[in-house]
């Protein structure tokens, strides 16, 4: 079985390079690296006697995490800047400005949808009028937690770059082989 999967010219894994981050306000050329939404499961523990057991608890979503290159035109540091401010925040210069705060709606809405997709290859015949969507993933709710402008080094000649952490409350798949879904089926070993 293990030659034949080799030996097969149409096997084709994921490959990491082939992807796109959809959002709103960021040209997809500036982005450079992205996390894919991972979730963890929770436990809760219950000891009895001199025994420890384990159930499964709530899903939580960890938070996505974007790179960027910072080019001078589109600025992207100012559009960050504006997508923050669009989310409520105001600098507290005056009384009547310091009492307005973030929402989630206004974060939300400030961003915009973000969607990952990862992309297949193009077949040989060149036929496909591009690549075929792999997988996309989609996220829920989601507003900026953290911005990290780069560092400046007068001895670094790299391309300045900006991190930006993303909050989502859920994240829909879309693709893959509905053969490849989970056992529903016991499996006694």
């Known amino acids: 079985m293990a030659e034949s999967f080799w030996a097969d010219y149409k096997v084709e894994p994921k490959r990491k390079f082939r992807w796109v981050l959809h959002l709103d306000h960021i040209p997809a050329w500036t982005l450079k690296k992205v996390t894919k939404p991972s979730y963890t499961v929770s436990e809760i523990k219950h000891s009895f006697i001199n025994h420890s057991f384990y159930y499964p608890g709530r899903v939580e979503y960890n938070e996505v995490e974007f ?10 540091a100012s559009t960050l800047i504006a997508i923050l401010k669009g989310m409520g925040y105001v600098i507290p210069s005056a009384y009547e400005t310091a009492t307005q705060t973030i929402t989630k709606e206004a974060a939300h809405l400030a961003l915009g949808e ?13 036929s496909v009028g591009g690549p075929e969507i792999l997988e ?11 911005i990290n402008f780069n560092d400046l080094d007068y001895e670094a000649d790299d391309i300045g770059e900006i991190t930006v952490k993303v909050r989502y409350d859920w994240a829909e798949f879309e693709g893959g082989d509905a053969k490849s879904t989970a056992p529903t089926e016991r499996m006694d070993i």
């Open 67 to 76: 790179t960027l290159v910072d080019p001078v035109e589109p600025d992207a």
């Open 136 to 146: 996309t993933w989609t996220l829920k709710n989601c507003w900026i937690k953290e």
């Open 114 to 126: 973000v969607k990952i997709q990862q992309l297949g290859g193009v077949g040989i015949d060149g």
